[in-house]
């Protein structure tokens, strides 16, 4: 199934090719039949079976379908059972949306990073917006930072001063005094040394 996909052995996968492996390797492995997309789980339920063997876990959950050959959603609930259930809902997928006074007065936009992928072409393409403020010091935050700099916007990039600053951000590979690092190899190296480095020292 490997062939690359277009890219070549040491450089960043760009997010389409990474789409289509992960189709392929779903459709591949039989697993595109077992999964209910765009389907959200309202509730869980423990629930006691004696058919079912004991008991078992009833999700109640509302799914988004889309009529054939349209682009309107509607709504249905559907009811699941298992006997296993595995929880994978992750911890940095819910916006977490500072309020700021004043905001509502503000006039011009606030967006969350989570936001940016819809709001980002008009934002870039609207000629007066000039100035972004960014604030955090993580990934989103460079991301922010980087894409409206590089379109020619001013930026003022706010972190506060009890962060632990900015992420660091490095190319797969790196240089280093005149030696060249795979990053995949240099990061635990240097993640090791610095929880060294922090546990050594007596804060
Ligand atoms: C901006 C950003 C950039 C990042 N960049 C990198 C990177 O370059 N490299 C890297 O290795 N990591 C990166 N990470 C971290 C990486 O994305 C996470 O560590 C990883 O996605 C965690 O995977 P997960 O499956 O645990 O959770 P998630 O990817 O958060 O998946 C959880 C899923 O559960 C779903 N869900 C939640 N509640 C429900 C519900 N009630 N019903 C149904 N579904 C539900 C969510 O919709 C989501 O699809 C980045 C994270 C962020 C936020």
């Known amino acids: 199934m490997h062939s690359g996909y277009g890219v070549k052995p040491g450089e ?12 392929d390797y779903a459709k591949i492995h039989g697993l595109s039949d077992r999964m209910t997309l765009n389907t959200q789980v309202a509730a869980i339920e423990r629930l006691h079976n004696e058919d079912a063997g004991g008991a078992i876990w009833r999700l109640s959950c509302r799914s988004r379908r889309y009529r054939k050959g349209t682009a309107t959603p509607y709504s249905i609930n559907l009811v699941m ?20 006074s004043g ?5 011009a936009p ?19 917006i000039k100035r972004v403020a960014v604030l955090g010091g993580g990934k989103s935050a ?12 001013e930026v003022k990039w706010i972190i506060r001063r009890s962060g632990r600053g900015t992420n660091w951000v490095l190319p797969a590979h790196t240089k280093l005094l005149g030696f060249e690092f795979w990053r995949a ?11 060294t480095d ?3 020292r007596n804060y």
Do not use: C, W
């Open 81 to 100: 059972a298992t006997r296993k259930l595995i929880l994978a809902t992750g911890v940095t997928n819910k916006p977490n949306q500072p309020k700021i």
């Open 12 to 23: 960043h996968v760009p997010g389409e090719p990474m789409h289509q492996y992960l189709e």
């Open 103 to 107: 905001e509502t007065e503000f006039g």
């Open 198 to 200: 922090r546990s050594s």
């Open 110 to 128: 606030i967006v969350h990073s989570a936001g940016l992928g819809r709001e980002a072409t008009r934002l870039l393409q609207d000629s007066t």
């Open 142 to 153: 460079y991301d922010a930072v980087y894409m409206f700099a590089s379109a020619g916007k």
């Open 185 to 195: 190899v240099f990061l635990p190296i240097a993640a090791q040394r610095s929880t």
